[in-house]
């Protein structure tokens, strides 16, 4: 069936963006992409998308590419994501994650799209007092990354009761894997993600894996996340958009994860597994900031969406993000 407008991803030439570009393609959406290559690659785009290379706050760009293309929806991966980062370089998070994004809000209800689809993370919770994380958990967020998100959906809704836009915005707990057909993956150098580091050391382009803190109040004494495959995160943003769609007068906002969690020292015993090889663990001391245990409750996005995961089991992630690593070799010839 015809789809009735396009939709404009914003970041599309990033790590979950370009996947989401994927899964919208693979559900009948056609996509325009915006980015600023600052972190994200052209050849991350397929060609079958339109591609804009700019700023998300060039509001005339942003007016030409809604009016071009018939923009009636708008995926927004488009900031920076690392959290130490954030702390050292506020400005730089208040900047790309919040201004930009109001710029981006004020562009779409000018434009007249009607759909807006945001890329949150569960860093807006901070150090939440219970384990799993509803979404009615108090956000008190500890650092600058997850104040610069929050702030954006505090934007939304409150522009949201004011115009004709409805809004999800999706909680991320901890995003990894890739495309598991290969066509893109965790491509930026320097990435934090411990699966996305723990496979490069299992290549040989680190030395070590650093396992912060060791005295946990968990089972083996290492942090425990929820881990959710990206390619599932991408599939429950196109079912944001349906939702969106089919009831205009309702906003949502929902965590994603898989509502169970894998300690850091269970996820680099998966890739000794999965590489057959022994990555080696360099004990070092807690970060600031680091809860024991960040486990999503993901109730509500169950009930509220066809949402099936497919990807859950945790020795696929690692052998996606594996073999995504190794293309990245032949990519860039290393």
């Known amino acids: ?122 860093a807006t919770y901070g150090i939440p ?13 500890i650092n600058p990354y997850g104040m610069s998100k929050l702030m954006t959906e505090h934007m939304l809704h409150d522009v949201s009761a004011a115009h004709d836009l409805n809004f999800c915005a999706l909680r ?15 491509s930026t150098a ?20 650093a396992v912060f803190g060791t005295d946990y109040d968990t089972a083996d ?13 991408a599939n429950a943003h196109v079912l944001a958009l349906d939702a969106l769609i089919a009831e205009p007068n309702q906003n949502h906002l929902l965590n994603c994860g898989y509502g169970r969690g894998f300690s850091v020292l269970e996820v680099l015993n998966a890739v000794d597994r999965v590489t057959n090889l022994k990555v080696v663990r360099k004990m070092e001391g807690r970060r600031a900031g680091d809860p024991d245990s960040l486990i999503s409750d993901n109730r509500a996005i169950m009930e509220r969406f066809p949402w099936q995961p497919k990807h859950a089991d945790l020795d696929e992630i690692v052998a996606n993000a594996l073999a995504w690593e190794r293309k990245l070799v032949e990519i860039r010839g290393e």
């Not at 004494?221 to 995160?233: E, F, P």
């Open 1 to 122: 069936m015809t789809k009735p407008f396009k939709i404009l991803v914003t970041g599309g030439a990033g790590y979950i963006g370009s996947h989401a570009v994927l899964a919208l393609q693979q559900a009948g959406w056609s996509v325009a992409v915006i980015d600023n290559l600052t972190t994200g690659f052209r050849w991350a785009v397929p060609d079958s998308a339109a591609f804009y290379e700019g700023d998300i706050e060039d509001s005339a760009l942003l007016e030409q590419i809604i009016k071009a293309e018939n923009i009636g929806a708008v995926m927004h991966f488009a900031g920076s994501v690392v959290v130490p980062e954030s702390v050292t370089d506020p400005l730089k998070y208040y900047n790309n994650n919040s201004a930009k994004s109001r710029s981006l809000i004020e562009s779409v209800v000018a434009g007249g799209v009607q759909h807006f689809i945001f890329s949150s993370t569960a």
């Open 129 to 141: 007092e219970e384990s799993p994380v509803s979404e009615t958990t108090p956000q008190k967020p």
């Open 172 to 186: 991320y707990f901890n995003v990894a894997g890739a495309d598991p057909e290969g066509r893109t993956g965790q």
């Open 190 to 209: 320097g990435a934090t993600h411990l699966i996305k580091v723990a496979v490069e050391a299992a290549l040989g382009k680190r030395d070590s894996v």
């Open 221 to 233: 004494g290492t942090g425990v996340r929820d881990y959710i495959h990206v390619s599932d995160l």
